[in-house]
């Protein structure tokens, strides 16, 4: 499974201003769980809490929290909307347990806001502008999630895409992990590999690159990759789901079961890692 590992600060909602609701102490900090503490359910304040620390467990990679804090701020009947960052990251976060419709919800949400779509309320349209480099990731997320649903969105945001420049090791990597999603593994090769060039020995990029090779039927060049991906991260579902479908893929079957297993314990709530390993046993 590709990994998209970037040095991300917390990205939170917009604070929320005191002029709009009368806002507890415990509020007007950081301390995200001091205010849900301190508000209840329905509260606006008590959601804005929640998705902040549900954002918190989604970049900590801890998906299956993240959706229970993200659930846990919209209550029935209610529907919780804030920046392209948040619905980029809710989306990712849904997928990765099955929950595909409400992924794609989310992914076109956070599209409408990047392109300032005309039919949004005139006083959201502008209020989440993003520079290049967050541009890039929340596209790398919701691309994938646009092309799954067969979203009209799909293709302008992949044009927005095309078009960012490529500067550094990070972009590199946004790059290869859309190129890998489209099926151009030739290109996600390319990239990944500018993107080891910048930073040779980032986890998530060995990682990927380990992931890429077996993809592309080269499994005997990708085991080093995922070895020294999880040297550095042993506790990291990601790369062990890697390693063992590169395992599978030259039929080291028992080995790719154990790191398959340990995937499973790692993070039970991912949907891919149910799927049984295709391992054809080794002539």
């Known amino acids: 499974m590709s990994f998209l ?29 001091a205010c ?36 846990a701020a919209r ?10 960052h948040f619905h980029a990251f809710r989306g990712d976060a849904y997928r990765r347990v099955g929950r595909d419709k409400e992924a794609l919800e989310d992914a076109r949400m956070a599209w409408r806001l990047l392109s300032e779509d005309p039919t949004l309320p005139p006083e959201t349209r502008g209020l989440y502008s993003v520079d290049d480099e967050p541009r890039g990731l929340i596209l790398t997320l919701i691309l994938p999630l646009l092309k799954m649903g067969n979203d009209p969105a799909f293709a302008p945001a992949l044009a927005a895409f095309q078009r960012l420049p490529v500067t550094d090791w990070v972009g590199h990597s946004q790059r290869a992990s859309v190129l890998k999603n489209l099926g151009d593994l030739d290109g996600a090769l390319d990239h990944n590999a500018q993107a080891l060039a910048g930073s040779p020995d980032h986890p998530g990029l060995l990682n990927n690159q380990c992931y890429y090779l077996t993809l592309a ?59 049984p390993l295709d391992c054809p046993a080794a002539d």
């Open 5 to 33: 590992s970037l040095a991300l600060a917390l990205a939170t909602a917009p604070p929320l201003q005191a002029t709009e609701i009368q806002l507890p102490p415990a509020c007007r900090t950081a301390d995200y769980q």
């Open 217 to 275: 039927d080269r499994g005997q060049e990708a085991i080093g990759f995922c070895q020294r991906a999880i040297e550095q991260m042993p506790d990291e579902a990601a790369f062990r789901h890697s390693y063992a479908t590169a395992l599978a893929s030259i039929g080291r079957c028992d080995e790719a079961e154990a790191e398959m297993t340990t995937a499973r314990r790692l993070d039970p709530s991912a949907v891919s890692y149910r799927e």
């Open 36 to 71: 849900a503490d301190a508000t209840a359910p329905g509260d606006p304040a008590y959601s804005w809490a929640m998705i902040n620390l549900g954002t918190r467990a989604y970049l900590a990679r801890n998906f299956a929290e993240a959706v229970r804090l993200y659930d």
């Open 75 to 84: 209550q029935p009947g209610q529907t919780v909307s804030s920046d392209a």
